[in-house]
């Protein structure tokens, strides 16, 4: 007798619920981010190609200034429960509002640098932080 495989989508109310309570703090957090990138019309950070016009939401989870060619470079990483990007501004030391743990939409281009995905001085607009 053979255990009948268990699909990727739950399938009722009650899976869901179970499902819910035996996931990580983590995967929780990362599946909102997924629904919240998908409500924004935004594309998943998973999806994006080299050289491709995006615009992308998540969370910033680091920020650092790390000079690039001796100029000072504001690098945070966003993360969208797909995949992670660092933004970069360059020629900035502080950008009012971009820290650690608030939610952003950006637009660019995407480049590849060292095996990441880079987007260099994006548009963005920051979320509000009653919504989050």
């Known amino acids: 007798m053979s255990a009948a495989p268990r699909s990727e989508k739950p399938a009722g109310r009650f899976r869901r619920m179970l499902d819910r309570l035996s996931s990580s703090q983590e995967d ?7 629904e919240d990138a998908a409500t924004a019309g935004c594309t998943r950070i998973g999806d994006c190609h ?6 992308v939401t998540g969370t910033l989870r680091t920020v650092t200034l790390r000079p690039r060619a001796g100029v000072p470079a504001l690098e945070a990483e966003l993360f969208d429960g797909s995949a992670a990007l660092d933004v970069v ?29 880079v987007l260099f001085n994006p548009k963005y607009e920051l979320r509000p932080l009653g919504r989050e």
């Open 50 to 55: 080299d050289r491709q016009v995006v615009t």
């Open 89 to 117: 501004w360059l020629g900035r030391r502080s950008i009012v509002g971009i820290e650690p743990g608030r939610k952003l939409i950006a637009s660019g281009r995407i480049s590849m640098s060292r095996g990441r995905r």
């Open 28 to 34: 929780l957090e990362s599946e909102e981010l997924r």
